[in-house]
């Protein structure tokens, strides 16, 4: 089928493997950095480390492509704090970047979840795409611990440094979306004609019920499936052109079209 082909050629793209490069140069007030790359997505994620002694490193930031260009191939990279291994146990370091430290991207990309609205769906795809699939049912147990039967941006970061997965695969309306776990920046948008019966709230998972906070954002148990994914992404993609155009043709949607930032509409 045309979809298996396409998901197929998608992911042996994206799990290249990982990409390290030196950094260029720094930018500490804005926080950004840039390296010197043949070709790279927007929104791919990962590490900078420094070298702390011969042979000795350390991570201190988390890094997202927010841009390149094609003529110097240069890439912008900004600079996040990194606290997915904090204790407060332990002393920190108060090491900094420098030119010459070195940039992970791309890491864990060779593990992914999928967000599927149905059981059908979610195996189709699955069996389709050859990766190290994270099966909902963990993240369902992370939404659980963090009380939120409507998943945040949030609890994706979450669920990508606890399962060390990299890529996150969204079905929407016959489409997939192959999104970084952790920038939430979409890298790709693929067709996958597949017929859709049946929806599970709040994603395919065999957890019946995800327990809830007593109040705040996420707490509330989610209603509809494809508002709620489709806004998460806007949110975050908010320059992205082609997924504005699938949210214009859905009159349903248009209110998610304020989330924009592009130069021309």
């Known amino acids: 089928m045309k979809y298996i082909i396409v998901l197929i050629f998608l992911f042996l793209g994206l799990s290249a493997g990982v990409i390290k490069t030196p950094i260029v140069s720094l930018d500490e007030e804005n926080q950004t950095a840039t390296i010197s790359i043949d070709k790279i997505d927007i929104g791919m994620s990962g590490f900078a480390f420094h070298q702390i002694a011969p042979g000795h490193t350390s991570i201190l930031k988390n890094v997202v492509v927010t841009d390149f260009d094609v003529e110097s191939k240069t890439a912008t990279l900004k600079l996040i704090e990194f606290n997915a291994l904090r204790n407060n146990s332990l002393p920190s370091g108060k090491w900094k970047l420098a030119v010459g430290d070195t940039v992970e991207l791309a890491f864990g990309y060779t593990r992914a979840l999928l967000v599927a609205p149905s059981e ?111 806004e998460l992404l806007a949110q975050n993609n908010t320059k992205n052109s082609e997924l504005y155009k699938i949210i214009e043709a859905k009159p349903e949607l248009h209110k998610l079209l304020d989330k924009f930032e592009l130069e021309e509409k």
Not at 123 to 134: H, N
Not at 155 to 175: C, P, Q
């Open 120 to 230: 059908e769906i979610y195996y189709r795809i699955t069996k389709s795409v050859k990766v190290q699939w994270v099966h909902p049912d963990l993240f369902a147990t992370v939404l659980s611990f963090r009380g939120h039967p409507t998943p945040l941006k949030e609890d994706f970061e979450a669920m990508s440094i606890a399962s060390s997965s990299g890529l996150l695969f969204i079905y929407l309306d016959k489409k997939v979306y192959t999104v970084d776990m952790l920038s939430m920046k979409i890298l790709s948008i693929s067709d996958a004609p597949l017929t859709q019966d049946s929806v599970k709230l709040p994603f395919y998972s065999r957890v019946e019920e995800i327990d809830a906070n007593w109040f705040g954002e996420g707490s509330d148990e989610l209603e509809e499936y494809e508002p709620h994914y489709y």
